[in-house]
Nanobody, 125 residues
Framework: QAQLVESGGGSAQAGGSLRLSCAAS????????MGWFRQAPGKEREFVAA????????YLADSVKGRFTISRDNAKDTVYLQMNSLKPEDTAVYYC??????????????????WGQGTQVTVSS
């Protein structure tokens, strides 16, 4: 059974850094685009970042541009989200997701068919 498992969440001070990892198991996602979404308490889940299957194209939400970086290692079936200059408003549960080829816009969560269970990120001021 295909699974995505996030790790690396936790607590950080404002201005600090965290790196999230998303490891795939049960199948390879090397031909899938991968994305990160987040959901803060009382808010809808929102797009954070995405990366094409080969890693050649990346997409970032305006709110994280210049601070977050998405990357992937297909040999390890793992995608990463490096988060720098963290702000309290980055506090949320972060979800990893996989989108099969030609499923639609990577900004739209409906384009993703596999989801991880989420990892909590808490940023204090």
């Amino acid at each position: 059974q295909a699974q995505l498992v996030e790790s690396g969440g936790g607590s950080a001070q404002a201005g600090g850094s965290l790196r999230l990892s998303c490891a795939a198991s049960g199948r390879t996602f090397s031909t899938y685009s991968m994305g990160w979404f987040r959901q803060a308490p009382g808010k809808e889940r929102e797009f954070v970042a995405a990366i094409s299957w080969g890693g050649g194209s990346t997409y970032l939400a305006d709110s994280v541009k210049g601070r977050f970086t998405i990357s992937r290692d297909n040999a390890k079936d793992t995608v990463y989200l490096q988060m720098n200059s963290l702000k309290p408003e980055d506090t949320a549960v972060y979800y990893c997701a996989a989108s099969a080829p030609y499923r639609g816009s990577l900004y739209y969560e409906g384009s993703y068919s596999y989801w991880g269970q989420g990892t909590q990120v808490t940023v204090s001021s």
